[in-house]
């Protein structure tokens, strides 16, 4: 019988699974034709009905009633992941909601292979949580369970910068020391490899991998900034209230600005909080915004505006967000220059984690001859640049960005399984 093993990419933003029947190590188209799938999900309450990925998103966006999800994976090890939902009128623990989402990839694979898969490697960051051994731990064994209640009976996990070195291996000619930068949604991970496509065949790749480092820093924190510096001000962030002028609360503020937390602000004692507010801000005008966001339960759609300027500003220089849901005519204008400005911090804690990584394997920058960029993040032209700076004389595969873990991992279950 072929031997059948699997490699699941469950990303903060996106997903993919890939197949290694024998040799063939392929991606599985798992939304239509894409190999690639959006982690979100969408409870449509009017039919009652779960949506996934790109449908997900397009009802959200159609601004259709219900409740959506994303970065899920930033969730794991939490103590978020015990406190569950109510979705659909019952109450969902998020183990039970990631499982239903895992398993719309794990179904489109089954159907490629024609038998139900039992093997996986699952990827998963080098660090889910800075700084917390325990809460690690926490994350890959909810991850796991996760994978063993959908059918996989044996769960492997690889750090996801070695996948995405193993999918770029088979196309390397002659011995290359490899940095990878992965910079994808949640996470920025970082692998120093000796790859070669000679090394195909070897089963134990541990005297190759020279170090890996990480750091909880990905897309969803640029979209964070950019929220806090551009749009936030424009509803009342930073402004103040009563005889003292006090600065507002800034929770609410901050929890619209990060995807994981948006769904637990539209509570009544936040609003009651805020009308309250309201009522002795110096600046009413935008302050209100602020309540018609809760009230409206339109957190997500002003957040989903954050990540869209991030993405125009990689070839534009300038962006109009438009807010006339919000406010006839009402708009945020951002320049290239000011997202640069507001993500410094993120990129200097990226730069330090790359370094790291050189640091422990024990090379200097000069000794790489080849660096992988890859997570859609590495599109940012100020992340390019400073990749390109550090390590001018290296060659840049830069191709792939979205599927390279999920293909690797496959690579990885045929090392793994056999
Ligand atoms: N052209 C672009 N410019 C800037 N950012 C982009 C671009 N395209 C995608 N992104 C960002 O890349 C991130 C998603 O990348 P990717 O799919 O690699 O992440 P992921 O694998 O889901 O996350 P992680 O690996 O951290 O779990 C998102 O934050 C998205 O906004
Ligand atoms: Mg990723």
């Known amino acids: 019988m072929a031997s059948l093993s699997c490699g699941i990419d469950f990303g903060t933003s996106n997903s993919s699974i890939a197949l290694a029947a024998n040799n063939d190590i392929k991606l599985v188209p798992v939304e239509e034709d894409s190999v690639?799938?959006?982690?979100?999900?969408?409870?449509?309450?009017?039919?009652?009905?779960?949506?996934?990925?790109?449908?997900?998103?397009?009802?959200?966006?159609?601004?259709?009633?219900?409740?959506?999800?994303?970065?899920?994976?930033?969730?794991?090890?939490?103590?978020?992941?015990?406190?569950?939902?109510?979705?659909?009128?019952?109450?969902?623990?998020?183990?039970?909601?990631?499982?239903s989402f895992i398993v719309q990839l794990k179904n489109k694979?089954?159907?490629?292979?024609?038998?139900?898969?039992?093997?996986?490697?699952?990827?998963?960051?080098?660090?889910?949580?800075?700084?917390?051994?325990?809460?690690?731990?926490?994350?890959?064994?909810?991850?796991?369970?996760?994978?063993?209640?959908?059918?996989?009976?044996?769960?492997?996990?690889?750090?996801?910068?070695?996948?995405?070195a193993f999918a770029h291996e088979v196309n390397i000619s002659g011995e290359k020391l490899a940095l990878v930068v992965d910079l994808g949604g949640g996470t920025s991970d970082f692998t120093v490899i000796r790859l070669s496509s000679k090394y195909l065949s070897k089963t134990d790749r541990s005297s190759d991998i020279l170090a890996n480092t990480g750091v909880r820093v990905g897309g969803n924190d640029f979209d964070k900034a950019l929220s806090l510096s551009e749009i936030m001000p424009e509803i009342g962030y930073k402004t103040t209230f009563g005889p003292n002028r006090l600065d507002v609360p800034l929770k609410p503020f901050h929890d619209l600005s990060e995807w994981s937390k948006v769904n637990f602000l539209y509570t009544p004692r936040t609003?009651?909080?805020?009308?309250?507010?309201?009522?002795?801000?110096?600046?009413?005008?935008?302050?209100?915004?602020?309540?018609?966001?809760?009230?409206?339960?339109?957190?997500?759609?002003?957040?989903?505006?954050?990540?869209?300027?991030?993405?125009?500003?990689?070839?534009?220089?300038?962006?109009?967000?438009?807010?006339?849901?919000?406010?006839?005519?009402f708009h945020v204008t951002t320049q290239r220059t000011s997202f640069e400005g507001a993500i410094s911090g993120d990129i200097q804690k990226i730069t330090v984690s790359a370094q790291e990584c050189l640091l422990q394997a024990g090379v200097t920058a000069s000794a790489i001859d080849l660096v992988i960029l890859t997570g859609g993040s590495t599109e940012v032209p100020a992340v390019q640049q400073t990749f390109r700076q550090l390590f001018p004389n290296a060659e840049i595969a830069d191709e792939n960005k979205l599927s390279s873990v999920g293909l690797g991992l496959a690579f990885d279950s045929k090392y793994k399984f056999g």
């Open 36 to 99: 690639t799938i959006p982690s979100a999900l969408f409870f449509n309450r009017k039919v009652q009905k779960t949506f996934y990925g790109r449908t997900a998103v397009q009802q959200f966006l159609g601004r259709e009633e219900g409740r959506f999800m994303r970065s899920l994976k930033r969730i794991l090890g939490t103590p978020i992941m015990k406190q569950g939902t109510f979705v659909h009128g019952r109450f969902m623990n998020f183990s039970e909601i990631i499982a």
């Open 109 to 164: 694979a089954d159907q490629q292979a024609g038998v139900p898969l039992t093997k996986v490697v699952m990827g998963r960051p080098v660090h889910f949580v800075d700084q917390d051994p325990a809460s690690d731990r926490q994350a890959q064994a909810e991850l796991e369970a996760i994978a063993r209640s959908i059918g996989f009976e044996m769960v492997e996990f690889q750090y996801e910068p070695i996948a995405a």
């Open 271 to 329: 609003i009651m909080q805020v009308r309250n507010t309201l009522g002795q801000s110096h600046d009413k005008t935008r302050y209100g915004r602020l309540l018609k966001v809760l009230e409206q339960e339109s957190g997500h759609t002003l957040l989903a505006a954050a990540e869209e300027a991030k993405i125009e500003l990689t070839s534009q220089t300038e962006h109009i967000m438009p807010f006339d849901f919000l406010e006839t005519g």
